[in-house]
C-alpha cells in the first residue's frame, strides 16, 4: 500500500472545479521548460503554468465556464490537447472542454453491484450495439438485457478515438469519452440507467498502448518505453526512468472513471503485453487501489484481466504472492469449444479440440496448467486450483475471437444452430464467470468486422494494407478482409434487434434465458458458496458430465458431436427428474430420446444437453422477443 499512500503526492492530471467559475489545470511534464494554458474558445490572454516540483505544472483559471475550449503550449511553441481531456468534442486533434461533473443529477443512489460469483456479463460496442451507435440509444436496450437476466455490461472502450468507428482500442485520450458515442454525459446517463436496471458497469481500459494517430502523450514526457513494443505499438512505461509518474496516471484515471461516473469495475486489456519488472507490479497496485477505493455504492470495484498467460497469480490475493485482482478471462475454455465445434485447427487452435481438455478447463478454468504447448513451443500455464471457480471468467464469443477473423464470422455462422445451443449450455452451467457477447443471445449473424475511421488517409491505407498482409493465406485466403476503413464495414457489424421475435432467433433468445435462470437456480443458488462440479467423460469423450453435488444435486449431460449417442444412466449419478433438454421441439430440436427421470437407457441427439435435479420448473415470466425491434 506505500505506493497509493504517495499518490497524493502525484497530482491528478486535468482540471478540477474548485469554485463557481474557477478551474484549477495540472499536466505533467518532467522535460518542459515552460507551460502554458490556451483559452482557444473562447479566446482568453495565454496563462502561465507553474512548475509544483515532479515535473508537474499547475495553474488556476478563473471566468472558466463548461464547454470552453483549452490547450496546452509546451515551450511557447507545441500547442496540445491536454492529456487528461475529459472531453474531446472535435476529435483527438482538437482542443479540450471544461466539464462540470457536479451538475449531472444521479437518479440511482442505492445501486449494490452483485458479487463476482453471481455476476453474467454481456460485453457491447456501443457504436455497433444499435442503429444508433449511442449511449442514449444503447439505453433503450437495457432493459432487454436485464429481463434476460445479464447482471453486468461489460463496455468496451469509451475513450475518445479518431473518427467515429473504431472498436475503441486505438483510443489516445484515456479520460475523455467519445464524443460521437454522446460524451461525458451521455455515459453517465448510460451508467445511471444501467444500474437502475440492476445492471452493472464495467469498463474496458486499455493500458498497455495508445492508438496511433492523436497520441501527443510522448510529447509532455517519457509515457513510452523504447526497450520494447506491444503487437499494437509503443509499450506503456511502467518499469523505467519516471515510471512512478506514469502508473499515478492511470491509476488516477481509474479513480476518475469510478467517482466522476459511478462505473463498478473494469477490464484491464491485454495484460500480458505490459513491460513490467518492477517488484511492485502495477498489476498489484490497481488491485491495492481496488481495495483502498471503493464504489459510489461502497463496494470494493471489480477488476478482471485479459490474459492469455494462464498465470493464477494476477487473481491471488497478496497475502498469497498474487497481484490480487477479482478475477481473469480464461482464454482456453473458448478455445477448447470452438476447436471442438467447428474442427479449425489453424494458429493457436492446433493446441485444442479434445474433448479431456474442455474437462479440465471446466473444472479448473484452464485446459494447459503446464502441458507443452505445440503453438507456443515450450510449456504452457500453472494449476489455478487455488482459485475460487468465479475468478475465472469463460466465453464461447467475444469481440476478440469474433472480429480478429478475417471476416468476423460468428459462432452461429460457423457451427450452427444446435451445437451453438450446446456451447451455450457449456458456457452457462460452468461455475466460472460467464461472458456473453453482444447478439450472441439470439444468434446475431451479422460478422463482427474490424473497423476504423482514422482521420491520416496514409493511415487508413496502411491499416487496410496490414489487414489484407495478415490474412493472406488464411482459412485458405480465398477472399480479402473488408476495408476496415470502409463505413460499409462498420454497418455490416451493427445488431439487427429485429431478429430477436423471429423463427430460431427467438427460440435461442428464450433458449438463453432459460439457461441463466437455470445457472442461478442449480450452479450458484442463491445464498451458496460456488463450488466446483464433478466432472467426466464417456463414450470416447463425446459424452460430458457435469454434477453440483448441492443437496439434492443436479447432473448435466452434454452430446459434444453432432452424432446420436447412447447414455446409460448406470453411468450417471443422477437423480430427481429431467428440468431441460435442448432436443425438445420447443428448442427447435427433433424430439426428446431420454427418459423423463435418469433410469434405464436413452439416445441423446447429436449437439444436445439435458439437465436432471430436484428443481422446480420456474415459473412463467416474460416471453422474449416481444420487444418492440
Not at 500453472?382 to 471457480?389: H, T, Y
Amino acid at each position: 500500500m506505500q505506493f497509493l499512500k504517495a499518490l497524493k503526492d502525484h497530482p491528478e492530471p486535468g482540471h478540477i472545479a474548485l469554485g463557481p467559475g474557477c478551474y484549477g489545470f495540472t499536466v505533467w511534464s518532467p522535460t518542459a521548460r515552460s507551460m502554458d494554458l490556451e483559452f482557444t474558445s473562447p479566446q482568453k490572454p495565454l496563462l502561465p503554468m507553474e512548475a509544483i516540483g515532479g515535473g508537474y505544472w499547475r495553474v488556476e483559471a478563473k471566468g472558466v465556464s463548461p464547454g470552453d475550449l483549452y490547450r496546452f503550449v509546451l515551450e511557447a511553441k507545441i500547442s496540445r490537447p491536454d492529456p487528461a481531456a475529459h472531453h474531446q468534442p472535435q476529435d483527438v486533434h482538437g482542443p479540450s472542454a471544461v466539464v462540470d461533473h457536479g451538475s449531472f443529477s444521479w437518479k440511482c443512489k442505492d445501486f449494490t453491484p452483485p458479487a463476482l460469483g453471481d455476476v453474467i456479463l454481456y460485453e457491447l460496442h456501443v457504436g455497433t450495439f444499435t442503429p444508433e451507435g449511442t449511449f442514449d440509444a444503447a439505453i433503450t436496450r437495457l432493459d432487454d438485457l436485464a429481463a434476460l437476466g445479464i447482471t453486468a455490461v461489460e463496455v468496451m472502450p469509451v475513450c475518445q478515438f479518431p473518427g467515429s468507428r473504431n472498436w475503441g482500442y486505438d483510443g489516445v485520450q484515456p479520460y475523455s469519452v467519445q464524443h460521437s458515442y454522446g460524451g461525458p454525459e451521455g455515459f453517465k446517463r448510460f451508467v445511471d440507467a444501467s444500474h437502475q436496471r440492476g445492471l452493472a458497469v464495467i469498463l474496458d481500459v486499455v493500458f498497455n498502448h495508445l492508438g496511433p494517430e492523436g497520441n501527443y502523450l510522448r510529447d509532455f514526457g517519457p509515457y513510452f518505453t523504447y526497450r520494447c513494443k506491444t503487437p499494437w505499438g509503443e509499450a506503456v512505461n511502467l518499469d523505467g526512468p519516471f515510471s512512478d509518474h506514469v502508473r499515478a496516471y492511470f491509476l488516477h484515471n481509474l479513480l476518475h472513471w469510478l467517482g466522476r461516473y459511478r462505473v463498478d469495475g473494469f477490464r484491464l486489456d491485454a495484460t500480458h503485453a505490459y513491460h513490467d519488472e518492477r517488484p511492485d507490479p502495477f498489476l498489484t497496485q490497481m488491485g491495492e487501489l481496488a481495495a483502498a477505493f471503493p464504489t459510489a455504492s461502497g463496494a470494493v470495484p471489480l477488476i478482471l484481466a485479459e490474459s492469455d498467460t494462464n498465470d493464477p497469480r494476477i487473481s491471488l490475493p497478496s497475502s498469497q504472492g498474487g497481484n490480487g485482482l477479482s478475477g481473469q478471462f480464461g482464454e482456453d475454455f473458448h478455445h477448447c469449444v470452438h476447436a471442438l465445434l467447428t474442427g479449425e485447427r489453424q494458429a493457436y487452435y492446433c493446441d485444442f479440440g479434445r474433448a479431456d481438455q474442455l474437462v479440465k478447463a471446466v473444472r479448473t478454468g484452464f485446459a494447459f496448467t503446464g502441458e507443452y504447448s505445440v503453438f507456443r513451443e515450450r510449456s504452457h500455464g500453472v494449476d489455478p486450483s487455488r482459485l475460487p471457480p468465479e475468478a475465472i471468467a469463460g466465453f464461447i464469443q467475444n469481440h476478440d475471437q469474433t472480429g480478429n477473423r478475417a471476416h468476423g464470422e460468428r459462432l452461429i455462422s460457423l457451427a450452427g444452430f444446435e451445437a451453438c445451443k450446446t456451447a451455450a449450455g457449456l458456457l452457462l452451467l460452468s461455475p466460472h464467470t460467464p461472458l456473453l457477447f453482444m447478439g450472441e443471445e439470439y444468434g446475431e449473424d451479422n460478422p463482427f468486422l474490424y473497423f476504423v475511421s482514422h482521420l491520416a488517409p496514409e493511415l487508413l491505407k496502411a491499416v487496410g494494407q496490414g489487414r489484407k498482409q495478415e490474412f493472406a493465406g488464411f482459412h485458405g485466403g480465398a477472399t480479402e478482409p473488408p476495408d476496415p476503413g470502409a463505413p460499409s464495414t462498420f454497418m455490416r457489424s451493427k445488431l439487427d434487434w429485429s431478429k430477436r421475435s423471429r423463427g430460431r432467433h427467438k427460440l435461442l433468445l428464450e433458449f438463453y434465458a432459460q439457461l441463466i435462470s437455470l445457472r442461478k437456480r442449480l450452479v450458484r443458488p442463491p445464498g451458496s458458496t460456488p463450488i466446483r462440479p464433478e466432472l467426466s467423460a464417456l463414450h470416447g469423450e463425446t459424452l460430458l458430465l457435469l454434477r453440483y453435488p448441492w443437496e439434492g444435486g443436479a447432473s448435466m449431460v452434454f452430446n459434444l458431436s453432432p452424432d446420436q449417442r447412447r447414455v446409460d444412466f448406470s453411468d450417471i449419478k443422477a437423480d430427481g427428474a429431467k428440468l431441460f433438454d435442448s432436443s425438445e421441439p420447443s428448442w427447435g430440436g427433433e424430439g426428446p430420446s431420454l427418459p423423463a427421470k435418469p433410469e434405464g437407457r436413452g439416445i441423446m441427439a447429436g449437439w444436445s444437453l439435458a439437465v436432471y435435479g430436484h428443481a422446480p420448473q420456474p415459473a412463467n415470466g416474460t416471453t422474449y422477443g416481444e420487444t418492440s425491434p
